[in-house]
């Protein structure tokens, strides 16, 4: 098992830079999402810690060893691809034994660790079939038992589950849950899909532009975000950015009066979750103008406007609201981020 | 539009005309090649009166093994054959071996000028070879080359080389980059995963390219005529006897210089056709 220490690692193709400084530690055992937009570097990030792209500059270590120049085989590493990369010459068991083979395990050891990733991936019945004969599902389990035959210390996930339909999707989702929580294996997983990050993850790191805008738990990334960017970018709907005024230390909305950030100046935003609310009558509330109201069966999804600032806010499904309405808003206290307008990034939370 | 309300209102009738279609296509093809072999076949083997009867009845009346036989014992077709053979085998040989590698090269990696490089690639067949000709045949014999198959072999290599660089350089992009990299993930040297990935699965078209090269250098007929004197291939043999024999030895000739193509290329079949289906999604 092994720690992974990500140095300062810069990338550029050109004139264009494709990571700016990035550091990150995963510890042991530990499994680390890099979630962000197409384009914000986090492939790149993990290729260059697989030793597919070479870094222009900065270090990676595994297990305390750098790997900066080493070939992928010397890394101590599995990867698992987008496009599975199932060799399609091989039959699904040659595909799993592959990486043993190449370590020269005996024969019986290949059969033992085969059947067992096999096992743990339900692909046991396929084992003699080539996989030009399985749906993408199956060859996705092939993709991922090959990688779990060779035991890696680190285990690395190129957005494994994105090219599967939305019901595989799931169902593979918590699968991989449950495998790799028995495995135990250090594992950087990749994507762009929220839900996949928060429901996997021990810590998400949340890249945009090159740069890792937060690390933190999936409940703390989701309540505190540490930017405008990593807010808008988690949860669904995104959280409410208002910019409300400052006076006196204190922002008011509605009856109720906020301590604002001693660092803000005559403007801050108001960070607000969609759910972080509820129905109050009017004066004491928070008026919002609501413009759509959809009953989403669990919940009701309202679109509106706060402050002439656009909003969404969701409210438990026994709420009676239309379209056109206006209604009052009170927030909850706990749950409310402030941040710099002109910054864009969070202040520390105070006291309420 | 039409075709598909056609295809609604009476679904048997649309797949029945559309397997005629196919069946007469496939006969048309099939014909285009066969109906010239078999006319030299009949040729060949039908000795003086077949070649000369008229009306033709196209019928295989009268053949026998013998007048090709004959012709092969000819002085000189044997061993013109087998030059043939050894400057296409040389010729197979050197477009894989240095094509693929450059093919391979063009397809993975992005160097500067790329571009250019391919289109010189390409130039190379722009110099035609009658003004090429007699440079080449005194440097050849300057070298020693003059009048030997490996000289042959290897001005049909100069032919067939940028096609199997341009050809191979498709094969290759064919192959996932993902697959090669999961192969040096798990454990493969660049080396060890071209062998055991990339090479398996681009066989078919390196295989394709190889009977390529070999038409190439069969069929070719102007250098070997001029760089060669005693030891011809069988096109420049052919080429400079056939013109004083008996129409029954010119068939009989056309037959030997069809045959080897023919086998060669049922020979490597198999592997003409993607056996796995190269892309992996």
Redesign the interface.
Known sequence: MANIVIDRIRKSFGSFEALKEVSLTINDGEFVSLLGPSGCGKTTLLRII???ETATSGDVRIGDRSVIGL???DRG???V?????????MTVYENVA??LR??KADDARVKAQVEKAAGLLHIEQYLDR???KLSGGQ?QRVAVA?ALA?EPKVLLMDEPLS?LDALLRLEMRTELKTVLQSAGTTTIYVTHDQTEAMGLSDRIAVMHNGVVEQVGTPVDVYNHPATRFVGGFIGNPPMNFIKVPVSNGQVVAGAEQFVAPKEAGGEVVLGLRGEAVELAPLPQGLEMKVRVAEPMGSHLLLTGSIHDQPVRVILPASETVRSGDTIGLKLDRNRITWLSPESGKSYPAVAA | MSSKTVSAASPAGFVSSRRWLVWSGIIALCAWVLVPIYLVALGALGGRQGVYQWPKTGLPTGISIEPFLLFLRTEGVVQSFLNSLGAAGITVALSIILGAPAGYALARYNFHGKDSYRLLVLLTRAFPLAILALPLTVSFIRLGLYDTITGVGLIHTVLALPFAALVTQGIFLGVPKELEEAAWVFGCTRIQAFFKIVAPLALPGIVATAVFAFVISWNEVFAASVLTVRNRTLTAYLLTVLSESPMHYRFAGGLLLILPSVVFIFAVRRYLFAIWGISSK
Not at chain 1, 82 to 89: E, K
């Open positions: 697989a030793g597919l070939p992928p085989k590493l599995a990867m691809f987008q496009n599975y990369a199932v060799f399609p010459h592959f990486g190449m370590q080539y996989p030009n060859r090959r060779v090219n």
